[in-house]
């Protein structure tokens, strides 16, 4: 298998759900600009989505993942077809009954998650509402991470890329199809999930029916707990719930926080996560998405050489293409914003705030993407206790951070903690791999990083030059030409960055890597 075919192919994917996610907070910023109101959808959406991560698409990917390609390789076609059938049923009902609880607290979960909310009752009942309205895309959720986890190990990655794309069409048919029509029009967005739920379910079945994979699902649990591949999983997946409930604490506190500092700071984080998620998503979720199982394979053959080449090869890729987006968002911060969301009720203001967190993000992205790279390292072993002990240390850096950060630059402390306390995660998952000899580094990285270094100087001078001959606030009245604007500044950071790297020797054969 060819990665570097394979990550463009998963990164187009990406790339297309990515446009689509932009798209819908175009419409959404566009629509309902930064208010209480939004920070009720944002934080409503949170809640589940919060869930999802914790149990279904983090925890049970990274547990689920290494055991089924080791059924795969060592155990047979009916061995494997009968762990997918009981994790598929234990999973599901286990997300039927969170669903069902979840709902009838939903006024509990919603106080305590974001506290401010109870300032503005017609926000917070708003939020209770949509959140009800919501919960059920736990469920669904469930089913595609385990589908994806099955297509993923079959090197069927192009399905399980694509999914996020049906949820994005249908944000962007309700809010202009449906929020018109509605007494209260964000709840149209809160429909919009439900309903780009059941289509990524749908989207899964037939692929898992073209591998022979299709889940059956027993009304008694009792049958899946009973196996011992789904006990093996169960096992896993307690240490890794609490390695992603780290990070997904953190994100819930300051969610608390958000909501009690000035209206609108939670929606500003959400409008500069979508941004930051470009990179993440483009580098860190794909190169993570190939890896597991690369990784996983090679675990199970006994290949550590190929194991850290592959772990090198990651590492290479993530500091060629995800500095230039750091440097890229910290220095466009403005033009970036402006360009995409200033637009109908999202106004100055906003844009200023959205960019604030979006140059803090920009400090730390290289970390929360370097975290997708190293974990899997653990992951394919089967070792999750030593990313879980890492994370709740990064934990309490992270709150301790915001302590310091939060009452000098308000929401953008948030985003600024969030990305250090990343790349505190980076840097021990790292040691951690060096320490247990894992993961040896190829040579020339000394000289790699110079290089690249001096690329990354003249990238930053040139995005400042640039962008500061435009008013890009004073364009609003003007789209296509602020669009222009930023794609010329996009053109010639891309020219000067990737010609300097091209001047100093850099290849893309040098980046090309065959995988098993």
């Given at each position: 298998?060819?990665?570097?075919?394979?990550?463009?192919?998963?990164?187009?994917?990406?790339?297309?759900?990515?446009?689509?996610?932009?798209a819908r907070e175009i419409l959404f910023a566009r629509a309902f600009g930064a208010s209480a109101y939004t920070d009720a959808f944002n934080v409503a959406f949170r809640i589940p989505n919060l869930l999802r991560r914790l149990f279904a698409e983090g925890a049970f990917s990274q547990a689920f993942v290494p055991i089924l390609a080791e059924y795969k390789n060592q155990k047979g076609d009916v061995a494997t077809k009968d762990?997918?059938?009981?994790?598929?049923?234990?999973?599901?009902?286990?997300?039927?009954?969170?669903?069902?609880?979840?709902i009838l607290a939903t006024p509990l979960i919603v106080y305590f998650i974001a506290t401010g909310l109870k300032y503005n009752q017609d926000a917070f009942d708003a939020s209770v509402v949509m959140t009800r309205i919501m919960f059920p895309y736990i469920g669904f959720m469930s089913f595609v991470a385990l589908a994806g986890g099955i297509l993923n190990t079959w090197r069927e990655f192009k399905i399980p890329a694509f999914t996020s794309v049906l949820l994005n069409v249908s944000f962007i048919l309700a809010s202009l199809f449906v929020a018109p029509y509605l007494d209260q029009p964000i709840y149209a967005m809160a429909f919009a999930v439900f309903v780009g739920g059941v289509l990524q379910v749908a989207l899964q079945i037939p692929a898992l029916i073209r591998i022979g994979m299709l889940p059956r699902l027993y009304l008694n649990p009792m049958i899946g707990l009973s196996d011992e591949g789904v006990r093996r999983v169960l096992k896993k997946m307690g240490p890794a719930v609490f390695a992603v409930s780290a990070a997904q604490i953190s994100l819930m506190i300051n969610t608390n926080i958000a909501s009690r500092l000035a209206h609108g700071s939670v929606s500003w984080l959400s409008y500069a996560d979508r941004l930051m998620e470009f990179p993440t998503a483009l580098l860190g979720v794909a190169l993570g998405t190939i890896l597991l199982p690369s990784l996983s394979n090679a675990h199970a053959e006994n290949d550590m050489a190929e194991y850290s080449a592959l772990l090198d090869w990651g590492l290479r890729l993530t500091f060629l293409l995800a500095l230039p987006c750091a440097v890229g968002l910290a220095t466009l911060s403005e033009p970036l914003t402006a360009t995409l969301f200033h637009y109908g009720k999202f106004d100055t203001v906003s844009v200023d705030m959205t960019g604030r967190a979006l140059i803090a993000y920009g400090v730390g992205l290289i970390g929360l993407i370097l975290v997708k790279i190293?974990?899997?390292?653990?992951?394919?072993?089967?070792?999750?206790?030593?990313?879980?002990?890492?994370?709740?240390?990064?934990?309490?850096a992270t709150q301790l951070m915001n302590y310091i950060f939060v009452p000098w630059i308000a929401h953008a402390g948030l985003a600024l903690s969030i990305g250090l306390?990343?790349?505190?995660?980076?840097?021990?998952?790292?040691?951690?791999?060096?320490?247990?000899?894992?993961?040896?580094?190829?040579?020339?990285?000394?000289?790699?990083?110079i290089k690249l270094t001096g690329a990354l100087f003249l990238l930053g001078g040139v995005a400042l030059a640039v962008a500061r001959h435009f008013d890009w606030i004073a364009m609003r009245a003007h789209p296509a030409e602020r669009i222009g604007a930023l794609l010329l500044v996009f053109a010639a950071c891309g020219v000067v960055y990737f010609g300097a790297l091209m001047a100093m020797g850099f290849r893309f054969r040098d980046f090309k890597r065959v995988g098993r």
């Amino acid at each position: 298998m060819n990665l570097h075919k394979t990550l463009a192919t998963v990164s187009g994917m990406t790339m297309l759900s990515r446009i689509t996610g932009l798209a819908r907070e175009i419409l959404f910023a566009r629509a309902f600009g930064a208010s209480a109101y939004t920070d009720a959808f944002n934080v409503a959406f949170r809640i589940p989505n919060l869930l999802r991560r914790l149990f279904a698409e983090g925890a049970f990917s990274q547990a689920f993942v290494p055991i089924l390609a080791e059924y795969k390789n060592q155990k047979g076609d009916v061995a494997t077809k009968d762990l997918v059938d009981h994790v598929a049923t234990v999973l599901i009902w286990v997300m039927v009954a969170t669903s069902i609880a979840g709902i009838l607290a939903t006024p509990l979960i919603v106080y305590f998650i974001a506290t401010g909310l109870k300032y503005n009752q017609d926000a917070f009942d708003a939020s209770v509402v949509m959140t009800r309205i919501m919960f059920p895309y736990i469920g669904f959720m469930s089913f595609v991470a385990l589908a994806g986890g099955i297509l993923n190990t079959w090197r069927e990655f192009k399905i399980p890329a694509f999914t996020s794309v049906l949820l994005n069409v249908s944000f962007i048919l309700a809010s202009l199809f449906v929020a018109p029509y509605l007494d209260q029009p964000i709840y149209a967005m809160a429909f919009a999930v439900f309903v780009g739920g059941v289509l990524q379910v749908a989207l899964q079945i037939p692929a898992l029916i073209r591998i022979g994979m299709l889940p059956r699902l027993y009304l008694n649990p009792m049958i899946g707990l009973s196996d011992e591949g789904v006990r093996r999983v169960l096992k896993k997946m307690g240490p890794a719930v609490f390695a992603v409930s780290a990070a997904q604490i953190s994100l819930m506190i300051n969610t608390n926080i958000a909501s009690r500092l000035a209206h609108g700071s939670v929606s500003w984080l959400s409008y500069a996560d979508r941004l930051m998620e470009f990179p993440t998503a483009l580098l860190g979720v794909a190169l993570g998405t190939i890896l597991l199982p690369s990784l996983s394979n090679a675990h199970a053959e006994n290949d550590m050489a190929e194991y850290s080449a592959l772990l090198d090869w990651g590492l290479r890729l993530t500091f060629l293409l995800a500095l230039p987006c750091a440097v890229g968002l910290a220095t466009l911060s403005e033009p970036l914003t402006a360009t995409l969301f200033h637009y109908g009720k999202f106004d100055t203001v906003s844009v200023d705030m959205t960019g604030r967190a979006l140059i803090a993000y920009g400090v730390g992205l290289i970390g929360l993407i370097l975290v997708k790279i190293l974990a899997p390292g653990f992951y394919a072993k089967q070792d999750i206790r030593t990313p879980v002990k890492i994370a709740i240390g990064v934990l309490i850096a992270t709150q301790l951070m915001n302590y310091i950060f939060v009452p000098w630059i308000a929401h953008a402390g948030l985003a600024l903690s969030i990305g250090l306390g990343a790349c505190l995660n980076a840097g021990f998952l790292f040691w951690g791999l060096r320490r247990r000899k894992i993961y040896t580094p190829q040579p020339g990285w000394r000289m790699f990083l110079i290089k690249l270094t001096g690329a990354l100087f003249l990238l930053g001078g040139v995005a400042l030059a640039v962008a500061r001959h435009f008013d890009w606030i004073a364009m609003r009245a003007h789209p296509a030409e602020r669009i222009g604007a930023l794609l010329l500044v996009f053109a010639a950071c891309g020219v000067v960055y990737f010609g300097a790297l091209m001047a100093m020797g850099f290849r893309f054969r040098d980046f090309k890597r065959v995988g098993r």
